[in-house]
T-cell receptor, first 114, second 117 residues
Framework: GNSVTQMEGPVTLSEEAFLTINCTYT??????LFWYVQYPGEGLQLLLK?????DKGSNKGFEATYRKETTSFHLEKGSVQVSDSAVYFC?????????????FGKGTSLLVTP | DSGVTQTPKHLITATGQRVTLRCSPR?????VYWYQQSLDQGLQFLIQ???????AKGNILERFSAQQFPDLHSELNLSSLELGDSALYFC????????????????FGPGTRLTVL
């Protein structure tokens, strides 16, 4: 079946450091790919998405490119801030019967220190 | 604020009991999804409803059931509760028009934290 694998956390970075969180997927067909972020005590918020190969999603300085050849959707940011501390989830859309669901990775916790 | 509301925010109950979690989707969204987030299982899809009808089923236990009402709000019913049912339950909504698509963005509510003692 479809699945998403994320790098294990926690990741600890100093402010203004470069961030990469790796995400690879296994899927039949051509799923859409998503990055969601969960701040402490809150629900999930969409960070960015890409719906076909070679698409680049971007938002708030974060970027990820849908790479079909390597089945990857790595999240990057050039300069992280303390406010970026959160848990990041990579996900793909999973077709089931006539509906869709999100299939999530286990999440990567990011802590940015001043 | 995603526009998705969930009540209650917290729920504490005992084993063997039954509870109902409520979700109101974003205005105009026709699909409602339920997810469970636990430390050991991570985020798991439970069930999807679209315009009042069940559309997709994930890892939902037989003790759990859901429905979507004509006003599009949804309820998740959990019965014969066990300690292992303690988790965060999220509702998400999508599909403002047409049929559900894999490209749809799902908007999540703040969740209901269920504690079973």
């Amino acid at each position: 079946g479809n699945s998403v694998t994320q790098m294990e956390g926690p990741v600890t970075l100093s402010e203004e450091a470069f961030l990469t969180i790796n995400c690879t997927y296994t899927a039949t067909g051509y799923p859409s790919l998503f990055w969601y972020v969960q701040y402490p005590g809150e629900g999930l918020q969409l960070l960015l998405k890409a719906t076909k190969a070679d698409d680049k999603g971007s938002n708030k300085g974060f970027e990820a490119t849908y790479r079909k050849e390597t089945t990857s959707f790595h999240l990057e940011k050039g300069s992280v801030q303390v406010s970026d501390s959160a848990v990041y989830f990579c996900a793909l859309s999973d077709r089931s019967n006539s509906g869709y669901a999100l299939n999530f990775g286990k999440g990567t916790s990011l802590l940015v220190t001043p | 604020d995603s526009g998705v509301t969930q009540t209650p925010k917290h729920l504490i109950t005992a084993t063997g009991q039954r509870v109902t979690l409520r979700c109101s989707p974003r205005s105009g969204d026709l699909s409602v999804y339920w997810y469970q987030q636990s430390l050991d299982q991570g985020l798991q899809f439970l069930i999807q409803y679209y315009n009042g009808e069940e559309r997709a089923k994930g890892n939902i236990l037989e003790r759990f059931s859901a429905q979507q009402f004509p006003d599009l709000h949804s309820e998740l019913n959990l019965s014969s509760l066990e300690l292992g049912d303690s988790a965060l339950y999220f509702c998400a909504s999508s599909t403002p028009d047409g049929q559900p698509k894999g490209t749809d963005t799902q908007y999540f509510g703040p969740g209901t934290r269920l504690t079973v003692l």
